[in-house]
């Protein structure tokens, strides 16, 4: 019998390995691709403008939704409208005591009829309520005011009055 010694065995794996290995390609092999590398030119992006969203509250109030609204309640038939920013205190029954607060009021029909959209916060994003009074009479009622929307925009506010007072048959009749 012979005896095999360490240096004798190859094992399996290692020849198989070696069989297995490619040759190695020739470096001095010409290229294939003789064109040169085109390169691209990427046109910056345009930046967008900021949202009018985005402004401070009062130049918001002030420059966009104010205008916007008159113009919305104009198209509806709205004669005579005076829309103002106001910080004033709640004119509900039952919040005299709560501190003031900006308030977005319209009045129309000499005045006879009024809304008040009150913005707790000094943001359009913050908490919003409306309340709506006829005949000069005063509010007894405040209601959140598009409490259900992630983003406020401009058209929204606008379009969210427009339907409230429409649901309040101070724009069109059934």
Do not use: H
Request: aromatic share 6%.
């Amino acid at each position: 019998m012979v005896e095999e010694s360490p240096d004798s065995v190859v094992p399996a794996a290692k020849a198989t390995e070696k069989e297995a290995k490619p040759a190695a390609p020739n470096a001095t092999a010409p290229a294939t691709d003789t064109a040169a590398p085109v390169e691209k030119t990427v046109p910056p992006k345009k930046e967008k403008p900021p949202a009018v969203e985005a402004k401070p509250f009062t130049e918001f109030i002030q420059q966009d939704y104010l205008p916007a609204l008159t113009q919305a309640l104009v198209d509806k038939g709205v004669t005579d409208l005076q829309v103002a920013l106001e910080q004033s205190k709640i004119a509900v029954k039952g919040f005299e005591t709560s501190p003031a607060c900006s308030q977005v009021i319209g009045r129309w029909n000499d005045g006879k009829r009024q809304f008040n959209i009150y913005f707790f916060e000094d943001n359009i994003q913050g908490k919003r309520a409306i309340s709506c009074v006829d005949r000069g009479s005063k509010s007894s009622t405040i209601e959140s005011f598009l409490i259900d929307e992630r983003k406020i925009t401009l058209d929204l506010l606008v379009s969210g009055l427009v339907l409230r007072l429409n649901s309040q048959k101070w724009l069109m009749r059934n």
